[in-house]
C-alpha cells in the first residue's frame, strides 16, 4: 500500500517568514495529495490540495509543488503569520477503487511573533 | 462543501463497555469513512463505511471491535466494542466527494478508564 512520510516533525519560525514542509510518497500511481491544518482540538481542515497532471498550485500565501519522477511534494506558506500555527498532514490517494487516503505524521508549526 | 456533525463529541466510558458514535451529514455523499487520532499521533483510516454493505476494515481492525453501519447516504455509526485504555483516542468521520476531496466531522473524544 501507499506510504507518506513527512519532514520536519516540527518547525518554529519568525513571523513574517516562509515555511516549507515536505512529503514523499510511494505509490507512482497516487494522483491526487491534499494538505490538512488541525488547530488544537479541532477538526482536520483542507487547505489546499493538487492533482498529479500539475506541478505547481497556489492560493493567496499558501503553495503547494508536486514532482511526481521524484514523488514529493512540498507546502510553502509565505508571510507567516501566528494563526498559521498548528499541525499540518500531507496525505496522498491511493490508485485503484478504494480511493483512501494515506496521511504522513503530522508537522508541528508554531509561529514566533 | 457538506455539513458533519458527530455526536457524542467526547465521552468518559469504563472498560469493557461499548460506546456508539454516530456521524451525520447535511447531503447525501458516496463515500464515508472513519478514522482514528492517538494523542499527538497522525491518522489512521479504520474502514470504509459502505452504504447497503459490510464495510471494508484495514489492516489491524476488525469488525467485531469496529462494527460499523450505514444504513443510508447520510449516516454512518461506528461502534467501539469491549473498550480498553488503548482505546482511548479522537475518533473522526470524513466524507468524500466525487473529487476525491475528503471532508472531516468534529471528532469524538473518548477517554477509557
Not at chain 1, 513574517?16 to 481542515?45: H, M
Not at chain 2, 473522526?92 to 476531496?101: E, I
Amino acid at each position: 500500500g501507499e506510504n507518506v512520510e513527512q519532514h520536519p516533525s516540527t518547525l518554529s519560525v519568525q513571523e513574517g517568514d516562509s515555511a516549507v514542509i515536505k512529503c514523499t510518497y510511494s505509490d507512482s500511481a497516487s494522483n491526487y495529495f491534499p494538505w490538512y491544518k488541525q488547530e488544537l482540538g479541532k477538526r482536520p481542515q483542507l487547505i489546499i490540495d493538487i492533482r498529479s497532471n500539475v506541478g505547481e498550485k497556489k492560493d493567496q500565501r499558501i503553495a503547494v509543488t508536486l514532482n511526481k519522477t521524484a514523488k514529493h511534494f512540498s507546502l510553502h506558506i509565505t508571510e507567516t503569520q501566528p494563526e498559521d500555527s498548528a499541525v499540518y498532514f500531507c496525505a496522498a490517494l491511493s490508485s485503484g477503487s478504494a480511493r483512501q487516503l494515506t496521511f504522513g505524521s503530522g508537522t508541528q508549526l508554531t509561529v514566533l511573533p | 462543501s457538506a455539513v458533519i456533525s458527530q455526536k457524542p463529541s467526547r465521552d468518559i466510558c469504563q472498560r469493557g463497555t461499548s460506546l456508539t458514535i454516530q456521524c451525520q451529514v447535511d447531503s447525501q455523499v458516496t463515500m464515508m469513512f472513519w478514522y482514528r487520532q492517538q494523542p499527538g499521533q497522525s491518522l489512521t483510516l479504520i474502514a470504509t463505511a459502505n452504504q447497503g454493505s459490510e464495510a471494508t476494515y484495514e489492516s489491524g481492525f476488525v469488525i467485531d471491535k469496529f462494527p460499523i453501519s450505514r444504513p443510508n447516504l447520510t449516516f454512518s455509526t461506528l461502534t467501539v466494542s469491549n473498550m480498553s485504555p488503548e482505546d482511548s483516542s479522537i475518533y473522526l468521520c470524513s466524507v468524500g466527494s466525487s473529487t476525491d476531496t475528503q471532508y472531516f466531522g468534529p471528532g469524538t473524544r473518548l477517554t477509557v478508564l
